[in-house]
């Protein structure tokens, strides 16, 4: 490089250190490489900074020699990972099928090396295009090289304003509360005794959901049993309120036993509610993972995409679920009337593909699964569960007090107040055990449902962590939806043109 040798190296280092490099050249020239080596590598760039040092001793042999970079890492210390063999990829498929420029299937194409795991791995759209090679013709003419904007409605939600009350006497109790309670009471037309009798005989023909439902508003507050246990000698001067909350706070576990009575008298439409939305998940997945009619109108527009996108946009092997709603997007060129992909593809399956003509028959649960979201069928479930739980500890203790009191001197009192509790822990527990297994039937529905969904989900290329069962099931109810109405189109326009020929030949 037109400079002298570098000096030789001191004993048992290999060298010397080099001598100070010229100014401006940022480090000191390399050392000569070992006998047998070949000439020294190149100087680094001004900036660059000089060779990386050679490993340390029993870390592994000399440097790689010139043009291989350095030194590779030692096990552990980042090191290139070996080298793994390229995972199989299917054979690129042919593009450019048309014979002249058409409009674009705005699709987005799935990965190749995704196809595996999906429907697409066993749809051939070759079969097809040998099917449509005379059609292919009118296509091109049809779809020779716009643009609709879907709409979407907003909804807009209004609150309901609750109408505050004024207060019209004072009491030691909230005013608002009070008076609340007092229109509560005179509603329901029952005193503090007929509440105590039906609660603990579950008699829900008396305390009808309704009432329960109203009488949970106005369970005593510990803060209000101390400021009503001050008044115990002198309940008949109480104002009306405050004396209706004294009689219940006297029932034992009054707020406890109500709510388990509530949770009674809506446990039925609670198990409803789950039933419909599990048996809507779990149908709307089967549906679009079983139909065979499905499969090959998938296969059809799989063609069809092919045969209309060129270069980089065709040669696929599937498509993003949502490419379905994208077909009424695609115009044709026919004249005097509304004409999209979507119309033509189902002229082409009266015509071609028969077969395949009432495949939204075989989706039939799709419309209802997208109404579901996990969310909603979770909650219903943790609301039974954590109900049961509830009702669960309230008979535990219900027992423990009963223990307890038998342990003391028996009253007519205490008979009397163990004999109603008795028949409420008997009513509630043949309830709970009941309500629990039918709980337990529906949780396993629940999971079993759900795996099959996240298993429709990624049967079509789609992420479990990402799609939800209402735009899900949503893409294909659209879908069908978009597929009827471009089908009764067809058809009002066949009628047209017959009308319009018939007065043609009427002139004639």
Known sequence: FGGPPPPPPPPGFGGPPPPPPPPGMGGPPPPPPPPGMGGPPPPPLPGMGGPPPPPPPGMGGPPPPPGFGGPPAPPGFGGFAPYAPAVPQPPAKKTNLSTKPLKSLNWTKLPPLKIKDTIWKDLDDEPVHSKLKEEYNTFEDLFAAKETKILREKTTEEAASVESLAPKEITFLDAKRSQNCNIMFKAIRLQAPEIKRALHACDTEVLTQGIVTELLKFIPTEEEILMLKQYEN??????????????????????????????????????????????????????????PKFKELLKIILALGNYMNSGARGGAYGFKLGTLLKLVDTKSGLQGRKHTLMHYLSELLERKFPDVVGFEKELSHVEEGAKITIPQIRQVMVTLRDNLRELESLLTKMKKDSETQSKKPPTDQTKSDNDINTKFMESMQKFYDEADRMYKALDERFKKAEKEYETAVMMFGEDTKTCFPDEFFGVFKSFVQAYITARQDNENAILKEKEREKKEAALK
């Open 234 to 291: 002198e309940i008949e001067n109480l104002a009306s309120a405050e004396k209706f909350l004294y009689e219940l706070s006297e029932i034992s576990r009054y707020g406890e036993k109500l709510k388990a009575l509530h949770f009674r008298t809506c446990y039925d439409e609670y198990v409803d509610d789950a039933d419909v939305f599990i048996t809507a998940l779990n149908g709307a997945a089967t549906d679009v993972q079983t139909s």
